[in-house]
């Protein structure tokens, strides 16, 4: 069974930037085929897709975020991180990593000086 748990600050200041790391256990990130994200949900929004990265490591990005995020991976911590820039009070969310068949439980970021 495969388990994603996320970590990282749960209050971020304005304009710095968030990081967000995401482990996986029980599966390796490098298995062919397996694609990892980031997704978020704002209070009272719906879900919104961020970024992801390839099995082979390859990334992408939404449009509307992508001037502000940055995604890596750590394969020998079968790890991913998400890096989210010049963060405002918008940001505020539950974010969730996921391999769309497994999801982490999510974790709060709340942006406020």
Do not use: H
């Not at 911590?77 to 974010?95: G, H, I, R």
Request: proline share 6%; hydrophobic share 30%; charged share 10%.
């Amino acid at each position: 069974q495969v388990q994603l748990q996320e970590s990282g600050p749960g209050l971020v200041t304005p304009s710095q930037t968030l990081s967000l790391t995401c482990t996986v256990s029980g599966g390796s990130i490098t298995t062919n085929s397996y694609f990892w994200a980031w997704i978020r949900q704002p209070p009272g929004k719906g879900l919104e897709w961020m970024a992801g990265i390839a099995y082979n490591g390859i990334p992408a990005y939404s449009p509307s975020l992508k001037s502000r995020t940055s995604i890596s991976r750590d394969t020998s911590k079968n790890q991913f991180t998400l890096q989210l820039s010049s963060v405002t009070p918008e940001d505020t969310a539950v974010y969730y990593c996921s391999s769309y068949t497994y999801w982490g439980q999510g974790t709060q970021v709340t942006v406020s000086s």
